[in-house]
């Protein structure tokens, strides 16, 4: 089982619609990081997130420490949104330098 | 802008030919990492450097290894290239190990493409 589960792994949605991506963790984390990834692009950080939300545009990331779960939500999503975002913690285990990745949710968003 | 820069974008090599990746950052962060992703996979974790401090992943092939002239540049090297070792690498950094003073910044990626 992966230490880092995102759900869901594909997502389809009309341009405008509010979107949810779910990660879980089930180590402990000095953070969680949201990615995100064109198709046969490079990886942009979105946020990285030890405690409370953050937004940035329309993109809004919160944590729950204690229930270890994360949310990233795109208000008003756009074509442009259409990407893998990835879910990824630092700071688990032994190995506190390594990025655990979760496998990612594939995002297109239809105009 | 402060930014990672991988050079090529794109690499073709023969197989079996040594090709070297280039990584650099105008951060000065004292960490900079090397990830292989394969086709719809995670990206997996090679090697890092903490400043010139060389840390391999215990399963990492011996034919990568890497080189950090200076705290900018970084180097991916690919003694004998096979075709399984086709696929995106990315270049990260971070000011600290584990990213915990500002994260991570990772560069655009180089495809790379055995022959």
């Known amino acids: 089982k992966n230490e880092v589960e995102q759900s869901p792994q594909n997502l389809t949605a009309q341009e405008g619609e509010f979107i949810t991506i779910n990660c879980s963790y089930s180590?402990?984390?000095?953070?969680l990081h949201w990615l995100q990834q064109h198709p046969g692009g490079g990886i942009v950080s979105l946020f990285m997130?030890?405690?409370g939300k953050k937004k940035h545009g329309r993109l809004i990331a919160t944590i729950n420490i204690q229930e270890k779960h994360s949310s990233l939500h795109i208000t008003a999503s756009h074509p442009r949104d259409s990407a893998v975002y990835i879910c990824?913690?630092?700071?688990?285990?032994?190995?506190?330098?390594?990025?655990?990745f979760g496998k990612g949710t594939l995002l297109t968003v239809n105009p | 802008d402060a930014m990672v820069i991988q050079n090529p974008r794109y690499q073709v090599t023969q197989f079996g030919k040594p090709v070297t990746l280039s990584c650099s950052q105008t951060?000065?962060?004292?960490?900079m990492y090397w990830y292989q992703q394969k086709s719809s996979q995670a990206p997996k974790l090679l090697f890092h450097?903490?400043?010139?401090?060389?840390?391999n992943e215990a399963d990492t092939p011996d034919n990568f290894q890497s080189r950090r002239p200076n705290t900018s540049f970084c180097f991916l090297d690919i003694r004998s290239p096979g075709l399984g070792d086709a696929a995106m690498y990315l270049c990260?950094?971070?000011?600290?190990?584990?990213?915990?003073?500002?994260?991570?910044?990772f560069g655009s990626g180089t495809r790379l493409t055995v022959v």
């Open positions: 990824a913690a630092s700071g688990g285990g032994g190995s506190n330098y390594k990025l655990t």
């Open positions: 180590v402990g984390i000095s953070a």
């Open positions: 997130l030890s405690s």
């Open positions: 990260a950094t971070s000011r600290d190990r584990g990213g915990r003073l500002g994260g991570y910044t």
């Open positions: 450097y903490y400043d010139k401090d060389f840390n």
């Open positions: 951060l000065n962060h004292n960490v």
